[in-house]
């Protein structure tokens, strides 16, 4: 059994929409060259500059908690590999967009390189930002939906807190928890916290 087939009957995958882009975009093309064979494995991999590409089953956990829909609008911090970048790409289709926040140079590059396969850039619907992921994407707000795949320092910055719509949803790791942040006023969020998870730290800007 496939990774992806395996991640649907423990019940991580759910919706149609997320398990199609589990099935279409190769986690193989996101990892470097000499570690390609170990894609299915349900574990964190390294891809180098000490950051590494998440475990599928946390990233299938957060997919479900985000809800990405078609047309929309999504900001992805800590892109790393440009795996999330590109499963997202693939949901919210050509009339959505997904801006992939990237502190390293050298994964900004690392990302861009692996999503070409899929065309997602040249046609708009990705785009990698070199930028300080903790202070959110001014340019491009507001969004309806933020991922983050480092875990913050014990807070929400609260800058992905302005740049989201409300309705919209940001699911970010915190110390070793996940967390659901719905915004439901201008200022008034539902909070849910998931324990028992591990991220590599999200690096700010000085």
Known sequence: MNLTDSLIKEGWLKTPEIISAFKKIKRADFLPEEIRNLAELNEAL????????????????????????????????????????????EIVGEKGKVIALELVPDLVEFGKK?????????????????????????????????????????????????????????????????????????NEFEQKEYPGFVFVPLIEGQ
């Open 114 to 186: 692996n999503i070409e396969k899929y065309g997602f850039e040249k046609n708009g619907i990705a785009e990698f930002v070199c930028a300080d992921g903790s202070k959110g994407y001014e340019r491009e707000a507001p969004f309806d939906r933020i991922l983050a795949s480092a875990t913050a320092p014990a807070r929400i910055p609260s800058a992905w807190k302005k740049q989201l719509k409300v309705g919209g949803r940001i699911v970010a790791p915190m110390d070793s928890s996940i967390w659901l942040l719905i915004k439901k006023g201008e």
């Open 46 to 89: 390294p891809i180098g500059k000490g950051q590494t590409i998440s475990q599928p089953l946390v990233v299938a956990f957060m997919m479900e908690l985000l809800e990405p829909k078609k047309g929309e609008k999504i900001l992805d911090v800590g892109s790393g590999s440009g795996w999330t970048a590109a499963l997202l790409a």
